[in-house]
């Protein structure tokens, strides 16, 4: 154990290792003809491009938060200016993690096209193997950045008194990832929905034309955006998970005195499951194969699965190695930790299958939405909104019974290692997530190809399970930022001396209410934000139709012979072939990337900027409130938002695969869809990283906004002596004593005494001004 102690950054080396082996692997595959490499080239340069500008417009906020953290870390005891460099480097992972997931995933989609020619099971291989390299991408970079950090730090700030500020300094790489993941989720979100929805409203829906067709001057724009969302935004999104649980549960494990390690086996404890998870995770990778006619959701569950199995093994061992089996502050030892490890990685699970439930063609959900779109677009909305509210149920009943058996066997910290037990295993989950869009991808580019019927049949089929993988992602995603939440929450009042969150004092219940109001302000923001730039694209997409003489013909002829044309005459087809490329795909992406990088900045600086002000303006107590609010109501809308989304989603594909497209129950699925676009793929998934970036931003200002220990002890002390007292007598007495000075300040003082059995409390208060002025007439 002290090996995997002292060499923690090697396991995130060797997760680094592993991904380029995986991605040159990708890369050696077959991209397929002239065609489907120029559409998949017009993909990557558009997902590029996104990230090129978007990272400009980071580069400024990063230097500008940097300055501020160096001045800040600087100026107060138990701080240091190299909170600025975690920052960065924290920043650095993450945008790093998203490259480095964007680029193999804008790879690995025409490869698994082209495998899809030959069979299933080896388009499944490449995808899984893009997937691969953005799951361990993001562990690996995790591990590695913050074990790395830990140890400089500890060699600069040596022993247990500097313990405390080695964490607070540490918690900038947390608030640096959580920064980008928030901008990379609200801009990808944004333009993968503006894409989408102006694709399917004036493509399928105006047009009647396939998804996915050539002729539509979004869908490059479109596939952009499955890249854009669902890999880097998703990739963002759990790696900000993945460290602040770490880093939440350190800050904690420092209150728990260990007799090995120094006496910091709480503190090593999470960052030595991360380790061994990507050892695990890697091992998953190999489980993963289908043969043709098998299924592939049952290769994926193989992999999740037996890396979850193995990762619970080794956690019984890593943690009985760290923590000793009675120790002050965890009152069940080692087997209360490791219990609470479980109890994390059951829920994080359990939230996935319901939320799988709630998404999945065929199941009841998603009927009773197909049934009513028979109805119009109103009872569609009315149905998908039901359901969305309905799936909050279990999820939060599955989250507030992890909370409460984790806290049972270890306390606070067993919240948080609770989170860290549900993300042990991130690379393989991330990896699930990430094959969804690059299957997606595959078969957009099959269809712009115009390959065989059979090739789009398995792309569809490896699809479908990506849609599910998806949903399963989003579940985890939003279980997983709840107990990361709380765990940054639990170490923001330990570094805060905050002891209760008392909700009968006015400013604390102030704060619960705006927490409270942020996610739907936030919500509001990023969906009106998708609206504009869908106007945009919409406008776009019609002038193209309307203006571009070629896609004016060939639209005449794709109605003629309803989308086949296979039964096109020779010079109908000619035609049609005359619009090949015609369409400007980079106007669109154009578009949105603009609108993205645009609409992104205000939601981001609301998630930073509250937080501070009201912890500066209303003190600890009250942003400890704020935190509690937006926390509750964020996971609430996250579920509601994300769920009903994915129903609306399958929901049209049901209709779709019943081969009753063009119909009026299929219009009005395409309705709730594009309602259900923004809520799954924008606003849902960017509530998770708004609870976390506020709870990271609570840590990180905390040093300079606790309240004075001493004070609070002794303030705590007669309070509690007093309510016993009062409870159990009726022998009270109060005098108060009023002086006035007027000495040209008109200064009074109040003081208080209350007597209760013989216990004396005194209280002094200080008036000035006008204040003494009314005093003194009341008085009178």
Request: charged residues 15%; negative net charge; hydrophobic residues 50%.
């Amino acid at each position: 154990m002290e090996f995997i102690v002292n060499y923690l950054p090697l396991f995130g080396v060797l997760a680094l290792v592993f991904i380029i082996f995986k991605n040159n692997w990708v890369v050696k595959q077959e991209e397929g003809d002239a065609k489907m490499t120029r559409i998949a080239k017009n993909i990557a340069d558009g997902a590029m491009s996104f990230l090129k500008a978007e990272y400009k417009v980071l580069a400024i906020f990063v230097v500008a938060v940097a300055i501020l953290l160096y001045f800040k870390g600087t100026s107060e005891a138990g701080s240091s200016g190299m909170v600025a460099v975690s920052f960065i480097v924290g920043a650095i992972c993450s945008a790093l993690a998203g490259f480095i997931g964007m680029k193999v995933a804008t790879k690995a989609n025409v490869r698994t096209t082209q495998a899809a020619k030959t069979s299933l099971g080896k388009a499944l291989e490449v995808a899984f193997a893009g997937g691969a390299v953005m799951g361990l991408g993001v562990v690996g970079l995790g591990v590695l950045g913050l074990s790395g950090l830990f140890m400089i730090y500890q060699e600069m700030w040596p022993g247990a008194d500097n313990l405390s500020m080695v964490l607070n300094v540490l918690s900038g790489f947390s608030l640096g990832a959580s920064s980008i993941a928030l901008f990379a989720r609200v801009g990808g979100g944004i333009y993968t929905k503006a894409a989408d929805v102006g694709a399917d409203l004036v493509g399928k829906v105006e047009a009647g034309i396939p998804e996915d067709h050539p002729l539509n001057p979004a869908t490059i724009a479109d596939n952009v955006g499955d890249n854009v969302g669902d890999v880097a935004g998703m990739g963002a999104d759990l790696f900000e998970s993945y460290v602040g649980s770490i880093i939440g549960t350190m800050v904690l494990g420092a209150f728990i005195f260990t007799p090995n390690f120094d006496g910091l086996g709480a503190v090593y404890l999470p960052l030595v499951l991360a380790a061994i998870g990507i050892v695990m995770s890697i091992l998953g990778t190999f489980f993963v194969k289908v043969k043709d006619g098998g299924n592939p959701q049952t290769a994926l569950n193989i992999g999740e699965y037996g890396s979850a199995g193995l990762m619970v093994i080794a956690s019984y061992f890593i943690i009985h190695s760290l923590i000793p089996e009675s120790v002050e502050g965890l009152p069940s030892g080692a087997m209360g930790v490791f219990w609470s490890t479980i109890t994390g990685l059951v829920a994080g699970l359990l939230v996935g299958k319901i939320t799988e439930y709630y998404t999945a063609t065929g199941k009841k959900p998603v009927m009773s939405i197909v049934k009513q779109s028979e109805t119009g677009s109103a009872t569609n909305i009315i149905a998908g909104l039901g359901v969305g509210m309905m799936s909050t149920m279990f999820p939060i009943l599955i989250i507030a019974t992890a909370i409460m058996v984790s806290h049972h066997f270890a306390g606070m910290y067993g919240i948080a290692i609770a989170a860290v037990g549900m993300l042990a295993n991130t690379g393989i989950q991330l990896a699930i997530d990430a094959y969804g869009p690059i299957c997606d991808n595959a078969g957009g580019i099959a269809e712009m190809a115009e390959l065989p019927k059979e090739v789009r049949k398995r792309t569809d089929k490896l699809d479908a399970v990506g849609n599910s993988t998806a949903a399963v992602g989003k579940g985890f995603a939003i279980a997983s930022a709840a107990l990361t939440a709380l765990a940054l929450f639990a170490a923001f009042m330990k570094t805060a001396n905050v002891t209760a969150i008392d909700v009968s004092q006015p400013k604390i219940m102030a704060g619960l209410l705006v927490g409270g109001m942020l996610p739907f302000v936030f919500s509001a923001l990023s969906m009106n934000a998708v609206g504009r730039a869908a106007m945009a694209m919409i406008e776009e997409v019609r002038r193209q139709f309307r203006d571009i003489p070629q896609l004016k013909a060939a639209l005449v002829i794709m109605r003629k012979y309803d989308s086949d044309m296979s039964k096109a005459t020779p010079e109908d087809r000619k035609i049609f072939d005359e619009a090949d490329g015609v369409a400007d795909y980079g106007k669109c992406i154009d578009i949105s990337t603009k609108a993205s990088i645009k609409e992104m900045v205000l939601p981001g600086l609301l998630a930073i900027v509250v937080p501070v002000a009201v912890g500066f303006i209303g003190g600890a107590e009250m942003l400890g409130g704020l935190l509690a609010g937006v926390t509750t109501c964020g996971v609430l809308m996250a579920i509601f938002q994300s769920n009903a989304g994915g129903a609306w989603d399958n929901a049209k594909k049901t209709i779709e695969e019943q081969g009753r497209k063009g119909t009026d129950a299929h219009k009005a699925s395409v309705v709730g869809d594009t309602v259900g676009d923004p809520f799954k793929d924008t606003s849902g998934p960017s509530l998770n990283i708004l609870l976390k970036l506020m709870s990271v931003v609570a840590l990180v200002i905390a040093p300079s906004i606790a309240l004075n220990i001493d004070k609070m002890e002794a303030h705590n002390s007669m309070t509690i002596e007093l309510h016993e007292a009062l409870t159990s007598s009726k022998n009270v007495e109060k005098e108060i004593r009023v002086e006035v000075k007027d000495n040209g300040d008109k200064i009074a003082t109040v003081t208080t005494t209350t007597t209760v059995d013989g216990l004396e409390k005194v209280e002094v208060e200080t008036l000035e001004g006008e204040d003494v002025e009314k005093l003194i007439k009341k008085k009178e």
